[in-house]
Nanobody
Framework: QVQVVESGGGLVQPGGSLRLSCAAS????????MAWHRQAPGKQRELVAT???????NYADSVKGRFTISRDNAKKAVYLQMNSLNSEDTAVYYC????????????????WGQGTQVTVSS
């Protein structure tokens, strides 16, 4: 009922930048918090950044000052601007969206995208 699609990943050199995008679609009444997670090879998935409906943000210590999360509520989209990338940022990045479905009675949803690969290498 809810589709979440990420885009914008790719190969970038150390010190470079990338901007990830994520859009949610489907039978959505409203969207609450949106977040980016990542999973590096051989490691558990970790939270990178979150943003609430009102725009409050939270970041993992490892990305503070380098990454910026933002959202466009009208487009049901969330973005992750990643600067000063290094090899430790190499991972598959996943978008997570929470909200309420457009149905009666209302029902919450929590949906994930398929992920987009970010590789930082020279």
């Amino acid at each position: 009922q809810v589709q979440v699609v990420e885009s914008g990943g790719g190969l970038v050199q150390p010190g470079g930048s990338l901007r990830l995008s994520c859009a949610a679609s489907g039978s959505i009444f409203s969207i609450g918090s949106m977040a980016w997670h990542r999973q590096a090879p051989g490691k558990q998935r970790e939270l990178v950044a979150t943003i609430t409906t009102g725009g409050s943000t939270n970041y993992a210590d490892s990305v503070k000052g380098r990454f910026t999360i933002s959202r466009d509520n009208a487009k049901k989209a969330v973005y992750l601007q990643m600067n000063s990338l290094n090899s430790e940022d190499t991972a598959v990045y996943y978008c997570n969206v929470e909200g309420i479905l457009a149905m009666l009675p209302p029902k919450r949803f929590n949906s994930w995208g398929q992920g987009t690969q970010v590789t930082v290498s020279s």
